[in-house]
């Protein structure tokens, strides 16, 4: 699945052309490396989104297509 999709999917950002200029903007980092929005991503990466002042860094534990809004933290583990 592609970065921004997995972003809106999972609830992390709100919409997919958010994700879409974070990672154009070099904000998003997959296992260390800044990624496009039509990165793949799988289970076990790790992802870290950086925003003015702090960042959220998680691992990716599941990769659905679609989700409720309820079950969307399934998809990630905080670290």
């Known amino acids: 699945m592609r970065i921004d ?3 809106k999917v999972s609830r ?3 919409r ?3 994700a879409q200029e974070a990672c ?3 904000k998003v980092t997959v ?3 800044a990624v496009k929005s ?3 991503v799988k289970v076990g990466d790790i992802v870290e989104i950086t925003y003015t002042e702090s960042s959220v860094k998680f691992k990716i534990t599941e ?3 679609t989700v409720k809004k309820d079950d969307a933290p399934s998809l990630y583990e905080i670290m």
Do not use: V, Y
């Open 5 to 7: 999709k997995f972003l």
């Open 12 to 14: 992390i950002l709100k």
């Open 16 to 18: 997919r052309t958010l």
């Open 24 to 26: 154009d903007k070099g």
């Open 31 to 33: 296992n260390g490396k």
């Open 38 to 40: 039509g990165h793949k």
């Open 63 to 65: 990769i659905r297509e």
